[in-house]
Nanobody, 132 residues
Framework: QVQLVESGGGLVQAGDSLRLSCVGF????????MAWYRQAPGKVRELVAH???????YYADPVQGRFTISRDNAKNELYLQMARLKLEDTAVYYC??????????????????????????WGKGILVTVSS
């Protein structure tokens, strides 16, 4: 099992910067892609940014150019550097990690048998509030 714990949220003003962190505990050796999602009040959870084990990234249009996702595989940590925050960035931010199924290929590496079935892991979420 893997436990994901987010930190770094809080109340900031529009235009400020904030850095979120997510640490993975447990058997993290089979984790592959990681991502940040967010859920604003009254809205569905949406993908913010995604990063592969090799460092390839994807950003949702609303955060492109303002947010940067990164990871430290040795420390089992995921980060989200947020800049030029807007009111509409207010949300609960969730850390997500995927365990790819054994036998699949991730970033040109074969996922070993010991990794078993694929699985999704979620943190409990952390609140980011952007005020005017």
């Amino acid at each position: 099992q893997v436990q994901l714990v987010e930190s770094g949220g809080g109340l900031v003003q529009a235009g400020d910067s904030l850095r979120l962190s997510c640490v993975g505990f447990g058997d993290t050796s089979c984790l592959s892609a990681m991502a940040w999602y967010r859920q604003a009040p009254g809205k569905v959870r949406e993908l913010v940014a995604h990063i592969t084990p090799g460092g390839s990234t994807y950003y949702a249009d609303p955060v492109q150019g303002r947010f940067t996702i990164s990871r430290d595989n040795a420390k089992n940590e995921l980060y989200l550097q947020m800049a030029r925050l807007k009111l509409e960035d207010t949300a609960v931010y969730y850390c997500h990690a995927a365990k790819a199924p054994a036998g699949t290929v991730v970033d040109d590496d074969l996922v070993p048998d010991r990794c078993g079935l694929g699985m999704d892991y979620w943190g409990k979420g952390i609140l980011v509030t952007v005020s005017s």
